[in-house]
């Protein structure tokens, strides 16, 4: 193949890789070519193998240790108790490692969620396909935000503009042409080329692919790239930290432990290996991995609800989120648009009809053989973009008769606000492929938020030069100086321009999003010597188009739930102030003590008058992507924890700047969604509050099994060491403390991380994001569990031993399995901080409920199996024990849910005496 791509014309390219320009390629032909050249990506490198996360469980210092010390105990002669110790520590290791395995392959999976995509020409149909099944010979189209998924020889620019940074270095955007280049020419300086990871940042453009995967120029250098490293949430930090803490402090309680008991004239070497092991059970080593688990398993959860994490941190800081500033099109309305009204000089017109079918009347007294009603169309159906599809196939102006005689579903290919103004023009008649048979399009100005509007440059058959004009009516009057009355185009006076913009108001304050639009005549002059000031100057106003864009149905709900979970929601918009008052009003967001403030308001604003007007307005309009910027920053200062939507290339810097950055899945472009550390599957606003409330959710679980690892690790070591400060024998030998390590916080402290969110979660105010993890008393209430746990043990095994008269064995079994059963009677309780288990339903956690159970059923099979009896060093139970057993575990809950109640009632009279 070619080396220099850019010294061929686009028709001699598109020879050489068989392809046709304007249908690209057959979806045959595009997987027989994925078959040869491999699929569009850089080589990775691999994920790290299951063996090497097993032998990473055996790096724990402790492990070691205990491995060590079993070692030696087995030479010693204690052989069946150090082959099980081992067997144990193995098992432990393999659970260990499907925890991490499980949380790491989930992550991966995230990842892919997330994977870039090309939209293409393929058998003459535009689509988006995964950009890793882009082949040689596929026809790309480009837009403004979109990172260019290949390498491309471009054969239509429109205003193109590509930073090519990744590649070349250089910041400034470059200015994109399609004629060859015939001298030699370096990558940057190909001007008729798209390079695979740059970044389109202004019009449009088509190319066809040259290269793919690591034959791009960024494959070359690809092995300079390194991917960026998985990323730690600020939790998972703090807990790394808790848990260098907590091995110290666990150390020195062992330490003591064993100190104590050598003192007392314990045999040392079964004081050394019930230390460690000790040590080895208490320090909560699965913490990590549960963490990162739970997140994962949020982080699924949140994919069924249509939200994709692409940065862990963010999960965490969705809980704490004050404010959701959301676009208004399309996330809190459905973006269908339908023009309801026009006027076209200075007459009234009707639609009717329904979405984007075509099929509708133009109810005007108006006559449409004049000029303006001929003009108004035209321009709506020319200065567009967008495409009309009828159940996927595009459909122009030859197929109008076949298209109105059945009901087929009809939809837009492109921008909605376009697709309305296509629809309408449709329905008087006028179709894009009809009127380009007279006249051919030779520019565009193509539209931004920031210049709200769009111009485009057509030729007619005659030669003459007129330019259609589209965009925010204040924006259009500016650039008119004539409008048409009664079929004649005469000068604006300031009068009719109070007029037009009095018939705007009242459009917009019934919720219509408004459009001007103008046209001139340019003569005959060629394009390239047309500048876009001289194409947008001395407009004649023809009309305005009004159309409604319904809100979402669940956003109405949606606000309100944020309402009362103390989260202030925020409309910024694009469109005109009674536009946006008026749906800021339908869906709850505008009203009482709230403000609406104007992107003109905003720049008279310094940013310390903005910080302080910030917490009143609810309804920022007309403003520009620039502003989405100091809005959040102004936020930011006055302590408020924000979540930002966009969707355009010029929303990326808010975007990253937001604690939450949230892009459109749907209408977003490349750049937003990388910046960004959320994406909406369906552009939709209740998805965020659907992602918060899992935000919130995951965090609890989190804080539900650090309580209940910790509760039941103090309760562990607390039996040891008041045994062996009373003087009694050894409560339980290394081999049940392990056993218990394994039962215990392996499957429920699981089963915890998957528990359903609380009721009420979204009646609670935010959470602050520096809040301790042990905030809200979970530190005492560790503690106190710890202690009950802990206490209950001794006691059964002192009053065993007493009363057995020294049948240590028994006392053993029995204070073993008070341990385990309390343990697992607890972690019901640690379900919710405020309810209890009767509340919330034993059953609405059914894998908590199977945990339980399997650990039960092991733990009896350690107490009764004839062959593990002597391994274990128990003895067979009778039902008065049970009795003793289930009695005392039950204690740590009952009592925990008693001071629970004592608590709720102090609270109660504290409210009853402030009434
Ligand atoms: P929101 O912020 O609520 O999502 P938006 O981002 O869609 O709104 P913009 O797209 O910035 O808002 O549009 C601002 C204004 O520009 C609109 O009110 C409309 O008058 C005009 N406009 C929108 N789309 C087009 C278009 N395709 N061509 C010309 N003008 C347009």
Redesign the pocket.
Known sequence: MPEQWYSLTGEEVAAVLKTNPHRGLDEREARDRISRFGPNELTRQPPVPLWRIFMEQFKDFMVLILLGATVISGFLGEFLDAATIIIIVIINAILGCIQEYRAERSMEALKQLTAPEARVVREGNEKKIPAATLVPGDVVLLEAGDRVPADLRLIQAVNLEIEESALTGESLPVKKRVEPILEKVTPGDARNMAYQGTVVTRGRGRGIVVATGMATEMGRIAGLIQEAGGEETPLQRRLAQLGRWLVAFCLLICALVVAVGIYRGEPAGQMFLAGVSLAVAAIPEGLPAIVTMALAIGVQRMIRRRAIIRKLPAVETLGCATVICS?????L?QNEMTVRRAIIGQFPVEFTGEGYDPKGEVVTTLSPRSEEFQLFFKIAAL?NNALLTRSGVTIGGMFRNLARRESPVWSING?P??GALLVMAAKAGFWREELERYEQRVMEIP?D?ER???SVVYRHNDGTLAAYV????D?ILELCTHHYHHGRIIPLTPHQRKEILRQNASMASGAL???ALAWRRLGPKSPEELTEVEVEQNLVFVGLAGMIDPPRPAALSAVQRCRRAGIKVV??????LL??AAVAREMGILGGQRRIITGQELDQLDDDQLRKVAGEVTVYA???PRHKLRIVRALKEAGHIVAMTG??INDAPAIKEADIGIAMGITGTDVTKEASSMVLADDNFTTIVAAIEEGRGIYDNIRKFIRYLLSCNVGEVLVMFFAVLAGLPLPLLPIQILWMNLVTDGLPALALGVDPPDADIMYRLPRHPRESIFAHGLAWRILGSGLTIGMCTLLVFAGVHIFSQGCLELARTMAFNTLVFSQLFFVFTCRSEKHTIWEIGLFSNPHLLMAVLCSISLQLAVTYVPYLQPVFHTVPLNLTHWLLIILISLAPPLLNTFYRHLQLRAREKVMYIKV
């Open positions: 676009d208004k099109t399309g996330t309305t200065c921008d606000t376009e539209f938020s709200k509007r769009m589209k965009g925010a009516p924006v999003r408004v459009l409309m910024i918009t694009g469109d005109h536009t946006a007309r403003v520009s969707d355009g």
